[in-house]
């Protein structure tokens, strides 16, 4: 088949798109988006955006990044208002159209349909309660396991040279089930977060301190920080464990042959995540990890925070589960963006509030 239009191309976009001129001014808007706005296209033409549109975001201070950087900004979760009608909460991307200096291509997806194509970071229903149910099989299995490692230990002070070998094997191996049964279990104990003003920094700089000294060891990793970023409210022990995850993570995606991983920071006013409660949190920490490996497998692209999905041979899938549950657990947001070359996971925090600062 040859390619349709760009034209048809527009027209069949299921999600709503509106393009903007260099003063913010509607030049087009797609089917989808007129159906989204209740209006036409005519209506709009050359209209000023923020007339029409009741965005609640610092969208004006968002359109000037994305105009000065060349760069695409994703909004996640802000309140979407048409003159008359409710606000519907919305995951907004806005790009750089190229070619045309100062136009942005504006992507609004209402949140109902977003959640069910984005990648979200919210554990599912069926996952949690597999980690519920691994919980409990992990503390059965490890006293028989302690058992079968001690009696091989004990076979092993009598045995032939040959076959100390096997006994060791099941020594082996049976820490091997430990290790992943505390990893569980890690779960289980996860405590909620102690949170005290934190500089983000000096979490950062243990995790690469250590990463170095060990699993990241043939990894360069560069460090591109803004040194007045304000404190975030964490429990630097959880945040740590975040950063060497996703550390981990790329190390090991690098395959053993040397790569590089940046770890970048900055601030960023316009994401904020709405709370249940209808409060809405701004995130404007920003921590991303960025390295150079082959990229997330796309098969299981969408479903890297749950529990149990793995794409390496001897993963066993808890490690970015155990960062969502903590990222979380801090009211903070997580996401991965993954090409072949670069893969980046951001991490977004709140701000301690000034009276926390001192302590
Ligand atoms: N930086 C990355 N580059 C490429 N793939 C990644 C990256 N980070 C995560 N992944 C993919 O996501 C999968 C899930 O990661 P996760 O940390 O949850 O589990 P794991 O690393 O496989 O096992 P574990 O962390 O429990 O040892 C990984 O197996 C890998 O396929
Ligand atoms: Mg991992």
Known sequence: ???????????????PAILIDAEDRLIDLNPSAEHF?????????????FDRLAIDAPLEQVFARVRANHSTLYINEVDVGTGDRAPVICNLQAAPLTGTEGAILLL???????????????????????IGMAE??????????????????????????????????????????????EQV?????????????????DVLDRARK???????????????????LPATLGDADQLLQV????LKNAAEAAGGTPGTIRIH???????????????GTPLPLQIEITDDGPGIPPEIAGDIFDPFVSGRENGTGLGLALVSKIVADHQGWITADSVPGRTTFRLSLPVAPKSQEAN
Do not use: C
Not at 148 to 174: K, P, R
Not at 243 to 246: D, E, Q, S
Not at 265 to 278: E, I, Q
């Open 265 to 279: 920071t900055f601030y960023d006013l316009s994401l904020r995540l709405r709370r249940a409660d209808g409060g």
């Open 37 to 49: 706005l209740n209006t036409s296209e005519k209506m709009l033409r050359g209209q000023p955006i």
């Open 136 to 181: 409990m099989l992990a503390h059965e299995i490890k006293n028989p396991l302690a058992g079968i490692t001690g009696a091989a230990q004990l076979l092993s002070m009598n045995l032939a040279a040959e076959d100390v070998e096997l006994a060791d094997l099941i020594v082996e191996e049976s820490r091997r089930i430990v290790k992943l049964l």
């Open 185 to 201: 279990e890690q779960f289980g104990n996860l405590r909620p977060p102690e949170r005290k003003a934190v500089n983000i920094h």
């Open 1 to 15: 088949m040859s390619l349709p239009s760009a034209q048809t191309l527009w027209a069949s976009l299921p999600v």
């Open 108 to 130: 609004i997806s209402p949140r109902e349909f977003a959640d069910r194509i984005g990648r979200g970071q919210g554990m599912k229903t069926a996952a949690r309660s597999a």
């Open 243 to 246: 950063v060497l995850n996703l």
């Open 210 to 228: 250590s990463a170095l000294l060990g699993f990241a060891s043939h990894m360069t990793v560069l460090e591109d920080y803004d040194p007045s």
